[in-house]
């Protein structure tokens, strides 16, 4: 069975990392400071480990807690990328690109693999002319 890490969990101990201390990270995450020195229990709990020492200086990573920091950017990162490529809105059209023929030698190879990125419903051409035909060119397909 699979072990997952509750990303929110991570949020918090980033926070926690990042501000210094309970009260103030919990002011950046809009929670009390109970929810968030829970939250970093729950995340020991699920480790099995202390991420922090507390002492009356405030708090200090433990090795497994620096360990941690890295792994967690990299996660709440990843999530975050996730959650906007899934709920950005996909391009659907066409991109036309048209440039003098000295300049398509160099960035046609370039330009020829970027519209897949934008999505599967985009095309983009890639034409060579004289700037005058790129013009009629660009005003016929506006006008269809």
């Given amino acids: 069975m ?16 990042d501000t210094g201390g309970m009260t103030s990270s919990a002011k950046v995450l809009n929670l009390t400071q109970a929810a968030v020195s829970q939250q970093v229990k729950r995340l020991e709990d699920c480790f099995g480990c202390a991420l922090f020492e507390r002492d009356r200086k ?30 950005e809105a996909e391009f659907e059209g066409e991109i036309r690109l048209g440039m003098p023929s000295d300049f398509v030698r160099c960035f046609a ?36």
């Fill in 2 to 17: 699979p072990n997952n890490i509750d990303i929110a969990l991570l949020r918090a101990f980033l926070a926690v990392v």
């Fill in 58 to 87: 405030g708090l200090k990573l433990t090795p497994t807690g620096q360990r941690l920091v890295v792994q967690a950017r990299r996660l709440v990162r990843n999530n975050d990328e996730v959650w906007s490529a899934m709920n």
């Fill in 109 to 144: 190879h370039r330009s020829s693999g970027n519209s897949t990125r934008l999505g599967p419903a985009c095309g983009c051409p890639l034409s060579a002319a004289q700037a005058s035909a790129c013009l009629k060119s660009s005003t016929a397909a506006k006008s269809t």
